[in-house]
């Protein structure tokens, strides 16, 4: 408090000078001894609410980017301020106190604001560079598995997730049901994919799909690699039955191309992928140059995703960026504390309900970008919201 | 005889100006070689050459285009792409931009008022309650003349600012746009042109065949304001939704392609009727700050009397805001589902829940304000002791509305309460109560225009046992409606129970609809018990008006905060990143800080206009305020 009405005298001191002067020019110069002592009340007056305003003004100036949540009083000093000159000069009254009103209902607001949980966004995730063809095979697909799922080992992680969202819809292993999207096991040696009529081999013309080629001119695939390539690079080139866009017929997929937004991994990413798939089912991969060859074939240059080399300013502390696995996140942020979350780690919850794997993946994305800053919460030993967002 | 001649001519020619002025940047922009005619040309010519020509396929409409733009620079923080002074850029340029939208938005939403009530002082048969809305519809242009300079100061500062601190951003959108950026500027001059033949030309064209001229190029001047505000959404609209771009955000040459994105309707739609409401807000604010500042009795009535018919228009607006924002959300969950995750769900959810209780207040002024109102009503006496019932409604619905699902807590208080979710207040923080809570306050609301209508009449219609029967059976039903399917949403699963707010909004708005045109035609004739005696109202009422203004302002400050930050850290959704310092999104706590900066900043300078305006000289173009001799002059016999 002392510090901020030292500051306040520093910034206004010009301002209660002048008041001040005033005051002892009344005192000097009127000599009906009523009119005087009104004025100099007046001026009185003044000075204190001109030393209210400067404190607000202090207080607006030191807590700026502060985090302790005060500068709505600066706001409620205003709205004092205001009322206070109200009662005494009349000749202004309707408009202070129609001033205070409103710099009430902004302090009101503005602590509401402050009040509520503090979450912030932070920056976009840094994206390291990686020198892909120095890679060793098992390197790759090391980094393959880690876009996939999210971190190496985590393959048969149940909801494991990762930059590429493959799992959001595709299974990877023997007995697992991909709702939305065919099983990959085995597509490394898929070849009769290739013989299917409907694909078409040699002849993107004939295809009864919506999309033809990937490109004009892009022709179809000769090899199980280049078919790997062609389904990233143009779903719907093929789609495989009963697994299209509802109402399409099987005529649209509805898988986002890779290469492109939301997703976007580039070449050398999708090189990794394809390694992996081959590395897992101990299959001998073509190598890195040929496998980005593959996709050169699909994917005009122009529509390559270029490495992001620039580091984003700033540090990123994200809770979530999406590239963590379902489980992480929510270990993070401690859902498990409350809820029942079946095949995850954690307590049993009490008296909330149990959540569904579809709900899980929901929340994973309702948190992704969202950062708790921790000095904001209530104890140190919590040291993320128990809830990152109101939920309704 | 010659003189009305000249007059006619005259306001023709004005007319024709106008028509002139509109028209003008269509057929400037006819020949422009940017127009999106450039890319077949550039096409065409490359193909004579032997050159290549080099496609590109449109981000959103999927349609292949010969590429005739820069791609989007790839910024780096630094002088070059970020220069800036010791402060954030981005709260500069955020203090810029909403400061120019404020009043962007008033001088757009006063024509438009100007315009409804200038048109029914045309139409209305009782002479003088013509010249008192002639007089309304001068006083809200008078209001809306200053505030247009300044709009126009703050748009250079805001492009100064662009300038300045974003230089290359600004230079890549000002690049995509290119076709139109010149169109904008002539509409600008369009829209001056315009505005000040109208307003000086009041007092010459007040009568017959000249006012029609008069009331036609108000709406000349509504179409070219929307116009600009079209323009300007589409800009916005780009940023958020990017189209008529390839990924590397090259321009493909058709520039609806850029204008029309996936969220330009709606957004268009949305700011319409936000501006409206906002429009009567600071409107009704201005007649309050005049009503409180009032020496006489024939002045207060008059400000009363602008405050109702502002505070009215603007909650018109206010009603159908919700369902706007219903289709904006609509069509950004379909653009990117994740976009509508982190409105509604994720990052920015906490401010749902600001909005939610700025929802409410602003509800709550209406009814207070108009429980005030019907003290200046005899005969409205009857309805004070139900107005108790009114407020307990209202605050149940409120206090449901407002409950937030989830609450920070520490792990202690986590432990004793058994979970994020209190076992009994735990059950209103959910979607099928907060549906049943504002859908009560909604009701209510219109339940107490209604009365506010109907306070110092009693109908005269033979039917008229059977039509009050009637409609308190369906309010009573309508609540009951409402209620019950809130209750009944606990016990379905919630793919199902989303379906519930169909009904329920269906009950409000047969409400609205069905019972203020029932109540109209049981009102037509009826007995009066007495005069409305504007002037007659509270001082309390009027700090309603402000506060109901002061809300509108904070809340398009939050939404267009909402809006902005969704993009998260890109400048142009998924084409241009944001790679200064500032890339990330504030906390709540700072937005709420800064939009009340933003919000107390406009107020102080909107009030400092309205203080300007009371230093000219008093300028009435109709003789109506001499009034009836020896008497208080009554703006109105109605509402």
């Given at each position: 408090m002392g510090n901020l009405i030292a500051e306040a005298i520093s910034m206004g001191w010009m301002a209660l000078a002048i008041i001040a002067g005033l005051m002892v020019y009344f005192q000097v110069s009127i000599s009906d001894p009523a009119v005087k002592k009104r004025a100099v009340f007046k001026a009185f007056i003044g000075m204190v609410s001109c030393l209210l305003l400067f404190m607000a003004i202090a207080n607006y100036k030191t807590n700026f980017y502060g985090e302790s949540r005060l500068l709505p009083v600066s706001l409620v000093m205003i709205t004092v301020t205001t009322f206070v000159m109200a009662l005494y000069f009349t000749n202004l009254s309707a408009l202070l106190k129609i001033g205070g009103m409103m710099f009430f209902i902004a302090a009101f607001l503005s602590g509401y604001g402050n009040w509520l949980p503090q979450v912030e966004g932070g920056f976009p995730p840094v994206e390291e560079k990686v020198t892909w063809d120095t890679m060793s095979t098992q390197e790759l697909a090391d980094k393959g598995e880690e876009i996939i799922f999210g971190g190496v080992g985590k393959n048969k992680e149940q909801g494991a997730i990762g930059k590429g969202q493959c799992p959001l819809c595709h299974a990877f292993h023997a007995g697992m049901l991909g709702e939305r999207a065919p099983n990959l096991l085995g597509l490394p040696t898929r070849k009769d994919r290739l013989e299917d009529p409907k694909y078409s081999k040699g002849d993107p013309s004939k295809r009864i799909y919506s999309v033809k080629e990937a490109f004009p001119g892009s022709g179809t695939a000769e090899t199980v690699q280049e078919y790997i390539a062609e389904s990233h690079a143009c779903p719907s080139c093929y789609v495989v039955e009963g697994y299209g866009v509802k109402g399409t017929n099987d005529k649209e997929s509805p898988m986002p191309v890779i290469h492109k937004p939301p997703i976007s991994l580039s070449l050398p990413e999708l090189a990794a992928v394809d390694t992996w798939m081959y590395v897992r089912e101990g299959i001998e991969p073509p190598s890195f140059e040929e496998i980005v060859k593959s996709y050169e074939k699909f994917v005009p240059e122009a529509d390559r995703p270029k490495q992001e080399e620039e580091k984003a300013a700033g540090a990123t502390s994200l809770m979530a960026d999406g590239t963590e696995p379902v489980d992480q996140i929510f270990a993070k942020a401690q859902c498990v504390a409350c809820h029942t979350i079946p095949e995850f780690l954690g307590p049993s919850g009490q008296s909330v309900p149990s959540w569904r794997k579809g709900q899980l993946l929901h929340f994973a994305l309702r948190i992704r970008n969202t950062k708790v800053l921790p000095n904001r919460l209530p104890t140190t030993s919590w040291n993320l919201s128990p809830t990152p967002a109101p939920l309704w | 005889m010659g003189l009305l001649t000249g007059k006619r001519v005259f306001s023709i020619m004005a007319l024709c100006m106008m028509v002139g002025l509109l028209l003008l940047p269509i057929v400037v922009a006819l020949p422009s070689p940017a127009i999106g005619e450039e890319a077949p040309a550039v096409g065409d010519e490359a193909k004579k050459d032997g050159e290549k020509v080099e496609k590109g396929r449109d981000v959103y409409y999927k349609t292949e285009g010969i590429v005739v733009g820069a791609p989007a620079p790839k910024t780096t923080d630094g002088p070059k792409d970020y220069p800036r002074y010791n402060f954030e850029s981005r709260v500069l340029i955020w203090f810029a931009n909403q400061q120019h939208l404020y009043y962007g938005s008033f001088v757009l939403a006063v024509p438009i008022f100007c315009m409804i009530i200038e048109f029914m002082g045309v139409v209305t048969k009782d002479k003088a309650l013509a010249k008192r809305y002639d007089q309304l519809a001068y006083d809200f242009i008078k209001i809306s003349l200053t505030a247009y300079s300044l709009t126009a100061i703050l748009g250079g500062i805001l492009i100064f600012t662009f300038l300045t601190l974003y230089p290359a951003f600004f230079s890549y959108l000002s690049g995509i746009f290119r076709p139109v950026m010149h169109i904008y500027a002539l509409m600008f001059v369009a829209e001056s042109g315009t505005l000040y033949i109208y307003y000086y030309g009041w007092d010459k064209m007040k009568e017959g065949f000249l006012k029609w001229i008069h009331l036609s190029m108000s709406v000349v001047l509504n179409v070219i304001g929307t116009l600009l505000m079209f323009l300007a959404n589409s800009w916005i609209g780009f940023m958020m939704s990017p189209a008529g771009v390839d990924e590397q955000g090259r321009f493909l040459g058709n520039i609806w392609h850029v204008i029309h994105t996936a969220l330009w309707n709606p957004l268009n739609l949305h700011r319409i009727l936000g501006n409206m409401a906002f429009g009567g807000g600071v409107v009704a604010a201005y007649a309050a700050y005049k009503f409180l500042a009032s020496k006489t009795d024939e002045d207060r009535a008059h400000y009363d009397w602008m405050g109702y018919i502002a505070m009215a228009l603007g909650v018109a607006f206010l009603i159908p805001l919700p369902f706007a924002g219903y289709w904006l959300m609509r069509e950004v969950y379909a653009y990117r589902q994740q976009m509508g995750i982190t409105l509604m769900g994720g990052l920015l959810a906490w401010l749902f829940i600001i909005q939610a209780t700025m929802i409410g207040i602003l509800f709550l002024s209406t009814n207070y304000y108009l429980w005030q109102a019907m003290g200046r009503m005899r005969g409205a006496e009857k309805y004070q002791r139900y107005i108790k019932y009114l407020v307990f409604l209202l605050a149940a619905g409120y206090i449901v509305f407002i409950t937030p699902h989830t609450m920070v807590m520490s792990p202690a208080e986590l432990k004793a309460m058994g979970g994020q979710q209190h076992p009994v207040l735990g059950n209103y923080g959910v979607m099928s109560a907060k549906n049943g809570g504002i859908n009560v306050i909604i009701t209510t609301t219109v339940l107490s225009f209604v009365w506010y209508m109907r306070g110092n009449k009693v109908s005269t219609v033979s039917w008229a046992k059977f039509g009050n029967i009637f409609m308190g059976v369906f309010f009573v039903c309508a609540y009951i409606n409402i209620i019950w399917l809130a209750v009944y949403g606990?016990?379905?699963?919630a793919n199902v129970r989303v379906g519930l707010s169909v009904p329920q909004v269906a009950t409000t708005l047969s409400c609205l609809f069905f019972m203020f045109a029932l109540n109209s035609v049981m009102m037509r004739g009826a007995k009066q018990m007495g005069p409305i005696e504007w002037g007659k109202i509270s001082a309390r009422s009027q700090y309603a008006l402000i506060m109901l203004a002061t809300a509108f302002t904070w809340m398009m400050g939050l939404m267009g905060y909402i809006r902005s930050s969704v993009r998260l850290f890109w400048h142009v959704n998924e084409i241009m990143r944001d790679n200064s310092p500032w890339a990330y999104t504030h906390t709540v706590g700072f937005a709420a800080n800064m939009i009340s900066a933003n919000v107390l900043f406009f107020w102080i300078s909107i009030l400092f206009v309205f203080w300007l305006g009371s230093?000219?000289?008093?300028?009435?173009?109709?003789?109506?305020?001499?009034?009836?001799?020896?008497s208080v002059p009554q703006p109105a016999a109605s509402h």
């Open positions: - | 606990y016990y379905i699963p230093l000219t000289a008093k300028k009435v173009p109709v003789e109506s305020k001499a009034g009836i001799p020896g």
